[in-house]
């Protein structure tokens, strides 16, 4: 079983504009660095009834292939983990039996690589903002992606390891 550590960093934000102005600072920070394979992100948003939506995300199309292909991550599995019925925005993932397996076996393996303490003190980490950002990377660029969360009021990092080639599998199982 080879098991990847990433870290996770849950930054909560007064409204959507200044989380998704970070998410694209954690994009340049990628794609200046060639490392745009090296993260997930996912722009959570509070809506006025209570429930949580993910308005925006990028999945790394290279670590996990066949799953992030199919536009699901980690960031993402984090999020369905912290607020299972969280809304995907739509074009953001297939309506599909397959893409919401595929979702579900990502969630369990990211909610499998945290604490459950951790886990409940992300979610209400979340909870306190209108909206939020979820940024799961390689931890040597943990300083980096901190900084580029400059607009959170609070930014939270949690440890979280991934047997990506069971995820992987499990995902091609639900969808297949």
Same mark, same amino acid.
Do not use: C, N, W
């Given at each position: 079983?080879?098991?990847?550590?990433?870290?996770?960093?849950?930054?909560?934000?007064?409204?959507?504009?200044?989380?998704?102005?970070?998410?694209?600072?954690?994009?340049?920070?990628?794609?200046?660095?060639?490392?745009?394979?090296?993260?997930?992100?996912?722009?959570?948003?509070?809506?006025?009834?209570?429930?949580?939506?993910?308005?925006?995300?990028?999945?790394?199309?290279?670590?996990?292939?066949?799953?992030?292909?199919?536009?699901?991550?980690?960031?993402?599995?984090? =999020?369905? @983990?912290?607020?299972?019925? %969280?809304?995907?925005? /739509?074009?953001?993932?297939? *309506?599909?039996? &397959?893409? +919401?397996?595929?979702?579900?076996?990502?969630?369990?393996?990211?909610?499998?690589?945290?604490?459950?303490?951790?886990?409940?003190?992300?979610?209400?980490?979340?909870?306190?903002?209108?909206?939020?950002?979820?940024?799961?990377?390689?931890?040597?660029?943990?300083?980096?992606?901190?900084?580029?969360?400059?607009?959170?009021?609070? =930014?939270? @990092?949690?440890?979280?390891? %991934?047997?990506?080639? /069971?995820?992987?599998?499990? *995902?091609?199982? &639900?969808? +297949?």
């Amino acid at each position: 079983m080879a098991v990847d550590t990433f870290m996770a960093y849950v930054g909560v934000y007064p409204g959507v504009a200044e989380a998704e102005a970070d998410y694209q600072l954690v994009k340049d920070l990628h794609s200046e660095a060639g490392l745009i394979d090296a993260y997930d992100a996912a722009v959570i948003e509070r809506r006025d009834d209570g429930k949580v939506k993910i308005a925006k995300k990028h999945e790394t199309p290279t670590r996990v292939g066949g799953v992030l292909g199919g536009g699901v991550g980690l960031a993402t599995g984090l =999020v369905i @983990a912290l607020f299972p019925f %969280a809304g995907i925005g /739509a074009g953001l993932l297939a *309506a599909t039996t &397959a893409g +919401g397996a595929a979702l579900g076996a990502v969630a369990g393996h990211a909610a499998a690589g945290m604490s459950r303490d951790d886990l409940k003190e992300l979610g209400e980490h979340l909870d306190a903002g209108q909206a939020g950002l979820v940024v799961v990377g390689v931890s040597d660029m943990g300083a980096k992606i901190e900084q580029a969360m400059r607009r959170a009021e609070k =930014v939270q @990092a949690k440890q979280l390891k %991934a047997d990506t080639a /069971a995820i992987e599998a499990d *995902a091609k199982d &639900a969808s +297949g």
